[in-house]
């Protein structure tokens, strides 16, 4: 039984796609990605998951480095409108943020 418990905890946090359900400072940075993959009318289908280190000083966190892995036009797109100059004020501090992007085009698939 401790062992059911326990496994089913663990899975819990597994489950999680990406950190924009939890943290508010990923959440703004998917809607802004996303904003800007919706905007550039680029035909591609696919996803790509961002695992985003933050550099922190005073309260504030900046992107310092962005890893990918996916589809390449999706992550290309993705990492051309991350908000790399902009600080975000955070309530608590985490290191690596993961982000998991899906971008389908709507028309592609009603036919």
């Given at each position: 039984?401790?062992?059911?418990?326990?496994?089913?905890?663990?899975?819990s946090?597994?489950?999680?796609?990406?950190d924009?359900?939890?943290?508010?400072?990923?959440?703004?940075?998917?809607?802004?990605?996303?904003?800007?993959?919706?905007?550039?009318?680029?035909?591609?289908?696919?996803?790509?998951?961002?695992?985003?280190?933050?550099?922190?000083?005073?309260?504030?966190?900046?992107?310092?480095?962005?890893?990918?892995?996916?589809?390449?036009?999706?992550?290309?797109?993705?990492?051309?409108?991350?908000?790399?100059?902009?600080?975000?004020?955070?309530?608590?501090?985490?290191?690596?943020?993961?982000?998991?992007?899906?971008?389908?085009?709507?028309s592609?698939?009603?036919?």
């Open positions: 039984m401790r062992y059911l418990v326990f496994l089913l905890c663990f899975l946090l597994v489950v999680l796609a990406d924009a359900l939890v943290n508010p400072v990923a959440k703004k940075i998917k809607v802004t990605v996303m904003k800007g993959i919706d905007k550039s009318h680029v035909d591609f289908d696919g996803y790509c998951d961002l695992m985003i280190e933050m550099k922190h000083s005073k309260g504030y966190a900046r992107i310092k480095k962005v890893r990918t892995s996916g589809d390449s036009n999706v992550c290309k797109q993705a990492k051309k409108y991350l908000p790399k100059k902009k600080r975000f004020k955070y309530s608590f501090p985490e290191k690596y943020i993961r982000l998991h992007i899906t971008y389908y085009l709507p592609a698939h009603y036919n």
